[in-house]
């Protein structure tokens, strides 16, 4: 690995392109207020994908759990979501 390749992975981390360009992806999150708006820093779009799909487990195990407390439902949700995930960050 040489210079440019250091600075190649530097830029994509930070949603440059190698010329200096705001670089996109298709991911919905990007989305804000209709407007696609350019990758921030970090932004992983596998790992994005791969936390979409735990979503309906998280919601149906927060949908038998929270009973009809919308409050409760989120609390259960938000730690589903932590546990089911948990693989994708590296943890057990």
């Known amino acids: 690995m040489n210079l440019d ?9 930070h949603g440059v392109n190698g010329d200096g360009e705001d670089r996109y992806c298709e991911c919905a999150e990007l989305i804000i ?7 921030p820093p970090g932004h992983d ?5 791969q ?16 009973d009809d407390d919308p409050y409760a439902w989120t609390r259960r949700f ?15």
């Open 5 to 13: 390749d250091v600075l190649g992975a530097l830029d994509a981390r």
């Open 33 to 39: 207020c209709g407007a696609r708006v350019p990758v």
């Open 45 to 49: 779009c596998e790992y994005v994908r």
């Open 51 to 66: 936390r979409n799909e735990l979503i309906g487990e998280a919601s149906r195990i927060a949908d038998t759990l929270a």
């Open 78 to 92: 938000v730690a589903e979501m932590d546990e089911l995930s948990k693989h994708l960050l590296g943890g057990a």
